[in-house]
């Protein structure tokens, strides 16, 4: 009876121990699936800035309603390795076509411009452009010469100093081995009252560069300069000119009028005697 009571508690230990490992296997190799109604994107792992290129570390899968989807949204990170951002884009937010620079493209110019500046680009050549010198990151005075109205003067004076060079030509980027590039445009960095006069002077006359050091960013007072300041004259402007009092002619004093002549007087002498004549 005993031995009988034990065959069937073994029996029932067996069996229930099938069933929970049975249970157990099923539970571990069933996979999650996707639910229908959802799909994932690709978004911000942290709060990114414009220029900062893609990677693995800065991205993350996120879940979206599949009966909302996102037109130009990422769900393979293949196409979004080495990508720049041009906008911010705000951790967790997904990243869209959009807010990247063309595949394959550097960040570009407008990377390179900080908040409340400007860019502004000037004519050059090989003498103008310091004999191609003018290399991205160097820092230039700009001068203009020009002719003063109604005379034969020019004048030449500095309208900018200290401008940083952010591209010569299409290159913003200087050679690695600092060889001079001739470019027919320089492109320089400046406040919006600064790319005013830029434009003010190049319409006047003539525009150069005056290289500088980098290091040196003091700003000296600078004179116009005339040409008749060459030899050593300066002579006045033709606002001066206009500007100076007419002379007029000095008045001449009034003659006195010439008086008639006086009536002469013959005296005859006789002897010792002087007889009084006639007039």
Not at 77 to 82: K, Y
Not at 106 to 134: W, Y
Not at 179 to 205: C, F, H, M, R
Request: no cysteine.
């Amino acid at each position: 009876m005993v031995a009988r009571r034990l065959t069937i508690a073994l029996v029932l230990s067996l069996a229930g121990s099938a069933v929970f490992t049975l249970w157990l296997g099923k539970k571990v190799s069933k996979r999650p699936t996707q639910p229908a109604d959802e799909m994932h994107y690709f978004a911000a792992a942290q709060n990114l800035q414009a220029g900062d290129v893609l990677t693995a570390a800065s991205l993350k899968l996120v879940s979206w309603p599949a009966s909302v989807p996102l037109d130009g949204a990422f769900s393979k990170p293949d196409a979004l390795n080495g990508r720049i951002v041009l906008y911010p884009v705000a951790a967790g937010e997904p990243i869209n076509e959009r807010q990247l620079a063309v595949a394959g493209s550097s960040a570009g110019l407008a990377m390179k411009i900080p908040d409340g500046m400007r860019a502004i680009s000037l004519r050059s050549d090989e003498v103008v452009g310091v004999a191609g010198f003018l290399l991205p990151g160097t820092h230039v005075d700009v001068l203009v010469n020009f002719r003063i109205q109604n005379s034969p003067d020019t004048i030449t004076m500095t309208v900018l100093q200290d401008a940083q060079v952010i591209a010569s030509g299409q290159k913003t980027e200087p050679d690695p081995q600092g060889k001079p590039t001739t470019a027919d445009v320089v492109t320089l960095l400046v406040t919006p009252e600064d790319a005013q006069k830029a434009v003010e002077a190049s319409s006047q006359g003539s525009v150069h560069f005056v290289l500088r050091n980098g290091g040196d960013h003091a700003k000296a007072p600078a004179m116009p300069i005339q040409t008749a300041s060459l030899s050593g004259e300066l002579l006045p402007s033709s606002a001066t000119l206009r500007a100076a009092p007419v002379a007029h002619k000095a008045e001449v004093a009034p003659r006195e009028p010439i008086s008639s002549p006086k009536p002469y007087v013959v005296e005859t002498i006789y002897g010792g005697d002087k007889p009084e004549s006639g007039k």
